[in-house]
Antibody
């Protein structure tokens, strides 16, 4: 059974660094073709793909945010992390992690709401 | 980036009706297109992948079609549980991009 779950600070101040964790089970990120992505969704709006890391450790970033994003994974291949530097109010959103292999996102986490506020 | 233009933004239909949602890509995405359903307060759920393949467990009243830059999602015999927002997404090329969404309501 594949499950993913995001965790994060809930609220943070502008200019700080946001650190998110995606903990997953039911699959291994070391399996060829497996990828975990981060996607966010401001309240009432559409979805924005942010970053991904694959089974081989290759990383992919949305160019619009690339300078602020860092994606990584742990050595046991059970967690993926995302850091976003210099957050501002526009980064307020629900953040999801999702799994894909060669196609679409077939499993999603429940999401974690992050509010940027002073 | 590949832009995904989705229409309509909202849709109201009666139970039992058939509805269609359209998605246009800014360039050929070679059927690298998925449709997701998102109910309020929940994460998106995969409905259709590769433009026309039904994901496991999805009711057969959902279907996808299209090619090149034009794609559509059709829902036959609308049910009350279909009230949700629907998003298209291209996974042909990074950065992956989503449509703006369609909010479906029952009339």
């Amino acid at each position: 059974q594949v499950t993913l779950k995001e965790s994060g600070p809930g609220m943070l101040q502008p200019s700080k660094t946001l650190s998110l964790t995606c903990s997953f089970s039911g699959f291994s990120l070391s399996t060829s073709g497996m990828v975990v992505s981060w996607i966010r969704q401001p309240s009432g709006k559409s979805l924005e793909w942010l970053a991904a890391i694959d089974w081989d450790g290759d990383k992919y970033y949305n160019p619009s945010l690339k300078s602020r994003l860092t994606v990584s994974k742990d050595t046991s291949n059970t967690q993926v992390f995302l850091k976003i530097t210099s957050v501002d109010i526009a980064d307020t959103a629900t953040y999801y992690c999702a799994r894909r292999s060669t196609g679409p996102f077939d499993y999603w986490g429940q999401g974690v709401m992050v509010t940027v506020s002073s | 980036d590949i832009q995904m233009t989705q229409s309509p933004a909202s849709l109201s239909a009666s139970l039992g009706e058939t509805v269609t949602i359209e998605c246009r890509a800014s360039e050929d995405i070679y059927n690298g297109l998925a449709w997701y359903q998102q109910k309020p307060g929940k994460s998106p759920q995969l409905l259709i992948y590769n433009a026309n393949s039904l994901h496991t467990g999805v009711p057969s009243r959902f279907s996808g079609s299209g090619s090149g830059t034009q794609y559509s999602l059709k829902i036959n015999s609308l049910q009350s549980e279909d009230v949700a927002s629907y998003f298209c997404q291209q996974y042909y090329d990074y950065p992956f991009t989503f449509g703006s969404g369609t909010k479906l309501e029952i009339k």
